[in-house]
C-alpha cells in the first residue's frame, strides 16, 4: 500500500522536473535569441554555435580524439574571423584553444599531466621563447603577438593530440579524417575554379584555384601535405574497402594541388614522393603500379585535348619552373630579407614583421609588398634574427629523428606505411619552404600541426610498447 501511495507523489516529481528542465532550455532559448538579434550577421553562428560548442564540450571531455576531430573538421571555414572582445581570433584558432581546454580539464580528472610532452617539443618551446625575446624589437606589436599566440596554438594542438590518440588505430581516423576534410576543400576549388590565363611562358598565371584559401599557393600547400600523408594512408590501409575511399579521395585533392599551379607545392610534393619511394622499399612496386598508370593517363590526356587551356597552362607551368615572370620579384624581397637581417642579426625585426619591414622607405622590396621572404628559414632570420632560424631547424631536424624512431619501432608494416606518410607530408613543407612560405594562413598552420602531432603520437606509441619476451618458470 506505501509503494502504491507514493507513485502519485514520484509522478508529480518528475513532471515538476520535466517542467524546470523545459522552462531552463525556452530560458536559455530566449537569452540566445536575445543576444543574436543585437549581433546582426554572426546572430545565427552565436545562437547555433555555443549550444553546438556545449555538446561538443560535453563529448570531448568523455573522448578528447573528438575534439580533435572538429578541429580537422574546422578547416572549411577555419579563416573566419570571430571577435573575441580586443583580440579577432579566427574559427579554428577559437576551436584549438576549447579543444584544449577540455583536453586538459579530461587528463587533470584522471589525474594525468594537463597535456603530455615529448623530448622533441623543447626545440619548439625554445623556439617560442627566442620569439618572446625578439618581441621588444618588433616593429609592428600586433603582428608579433599574432604569430606568437600562432606559435603556442601549435603546440597545443600538437600536445592535445598526442592525449587523445591512445593507438595507431586513432591516429589512422584522424589522418583519414583530414584526408577527407581535404578533399571537400579540393572539390570546393575545382568546382569554382576559373578560365586560366598563361602569360609570359607559363611563369604568370591567372585564374589559379585557390579554394578557401587566400591564394593559391595555400590551396598548393594545404593540398600536397594532405596528398602525401593520404598516400601513407594507402600503403597501410587495413582493408581494401578503406583504400579504395581513400584513393578517391586522393585523386581529388591532387587535381586540386595540380589547378592551384603552386609550383613550390609540386617542389615540394616532388621531394617528399621521392622520399617515400626510398623509406617504403616493400611498397616501391605498388607505388610505381598506381604512379606509372596516372602518368600514362596524364599524357593521354594531353595528347587527347592538347588545345585544352587547362592543359595546355599546366604544361607550361611546368616548363617555367626555373623561370621567373616580371611580376615576380623575389630577388629583390630575398635581398630585402638580407638587408633585415644584416640590420639586426640577432633578434630581426620581430616575429610577423617583415611584411612591415619590406614596405618601408627604405626598402629594396616596396614594390612588391611582401608578405614574407619567399623562403622559411629567410623569413625567420628577418623577423627573428638567426637563432630563430637556427632553433626552427633544430626543431626540424628533431622532427626527422622522431620519424626515424618511430619507424623503426613500428613492428607492423602498415604502422611504418603510415609514419613515413606523415614525415613525407612534412617534407612537402620544407621543400616548399625553399621559394615560399604559407604559414602564415591560420588553416595551412595548422593542418601542419595536425600532422606534427600525428607523427609525435606515433613515435609515443609505438616507443613505448614493451618488448615482449617469454618468461621461464622456476
Not at 281 to 292: C, D, M, Q, W
Request: a positive charge; hydrophobic letters at 55%; glycine letters at 10%.
Amino acid at each position: 500500500m506505501a509503494l502504491h501511495a507514493t507513485r502519485p507523489a514520484l509522478d508529480l516529481q518528475r513532471s515538476f522536473l520535466l517542467l524546470l528542465v523545459a522552462a531552463s532550455c525556452a530560458a536559455v532559448g530566449a537569452g540566445l535569441a536575445f543576444v543574436g538579434v543585437r549581433l546582426g550577421a554572426l546572430g545565427p553562428l552565436f545562437v547555433i554555435g555555443l549550444p553546438a560548442a556545449g555538446i561538443l564540450a560535453a563529448l570531448s571531455f568523455d573522448r578528447p580524439l573528438i575534439g580533435i576531430a572538429a578541429i580537422v573538421i574546422s578547416f572549411p571555414f577555419g579563416t573566419i574571423a570571430i571577435p573575441t572582445g580586443s583580440v579577432t581570433l579566427q574559427a579554428v584558432e577559437v576551436a584549438v584553444v576549447l579543444v584544449t581546454v577540455v583536453v586538459a580539464l579530461h587528463r587533470l580528472a584522471r589525474g594525468t599531466t594537463m597535456l603530455p610532452w615529448t623530448s622533441h617539443l623543447w626545440w619548439y618551446l625554445a623556439l617560442i621563447g627566442w620569439t618572446l625575446i625578439a618581441l621588444p624589437s618588433a616593429i609592428d606589436q600586433a603582428l608579433a603577438l599574432k604569430q606568437i599566440a600562432q606559435l603556442v596554438g601549435g603546440l597545443l594542438l600538437a600536445t592535445s593530440l598526442v592525449a587523445a590518440c591512445r593507438d595507431m588505430s586513432d591516429v589512422r581516423r584522424l589522418m583519414t579524417l583530414f584526408l577527407a576534410v581535404a578533399a571537400g576543400i579540393a572539390i570546393v576549388a575545382l568546382l569554382n575554379g576559373q578560365q586560366l590565363d598563361a602569360g609570359f611562358g607559363g611563369s604568370y598565371v591567372s585564374g589559379r584555384a585557390k579554394g578557401t584559401f587566400d591564394q593559391p599557393n595555400q590551396l598548393g600547400s594545404f593540398s600536397a601535405v594532405a596528398a602525401l600523408v593520404g598516400t601513407g594512408l594507402i600503403l597501410g590501409a587495413r582493408r581494401w574497402g578503406e583504400r579504395m575511399l581513400i584513393i578517391g579521395c586522393l585523386i581529388v585533392v591532387a587535381g586540386a594541388m595540380l589547378l592551384s599551379l603552386s609550383r613550390g607545392a609540386w617542389i615540394g610534393a616532388a621531394g617528399a614522393a621521392l622520399f617515400l619511394a626510398l623509406a617504403l622499399r616493400e611498397y616501391r612496386r605498388l607505388i610505381l603500379a598506381v604512379s606509372i598508370p596516372l602518368l600514362v593517363l596524364g599524357a593521354m590526356a594531353g595528347a587527347i585535348a592538347p588545345s585544352n587551356p587547362q592543359v595546355v597552362v599546366v604544361t607550361q607551368r611546368v616548363e617555367s619552373l626555373t623561370v621567373l615572370s616580371p611580376y615576380d620579384n623575389r630577388p629583390a624581397i630575398w635581398a630585402e630579407a638580407f638587408r633585415e637581417i644584416r640590420a639586426d642579426p640577432w633578434t630581426g625585426q620581430g616575429p610577423g614583421s617583415f611584411p612591415v619591414a619590406s614596405a618601408r622607405a627604405s626598402s629594396e622590396a616596396t614594390t612588391s609588398s611582401a608578405q614574407h621572404a619567399h623562403n622559411m628559414w629567410l623569413t625567420w632570420a628577418a623577423e627573428s634574427g638567426l637563432p630563430g632560424a637556427l632553433i626552427l631547424t633544430g626543431f626540424i631536424a628533431a622532427l626527422a629523428v622522431a620519424g626515424a624512431q618511430a619507424a623503426r619501432a613500428a613492428t607492423d608494416a602498415r604502422d611504418r606505411a603510415l609514419v613515413i606518410g606523415l614525415c613525407a607530408g612534412l617534407i612537402v613543407i620544407a621543400g616548399q619552404g625553399t621559394v615560399d612560405y604559407t604559414l602564415r594562413n591560420a588553416v595551412v598552420f595548422f593542418s601542419v600541426w595536425t600532422v606534427v602531432g600525428g607523427l609525435l603520437a606515433s613515435w609515443r606509441i609505438l616507443t613505448s610498447r614493451a618488448p615482449t619476451s617469454s618468461v621461464t618458470a622456476p
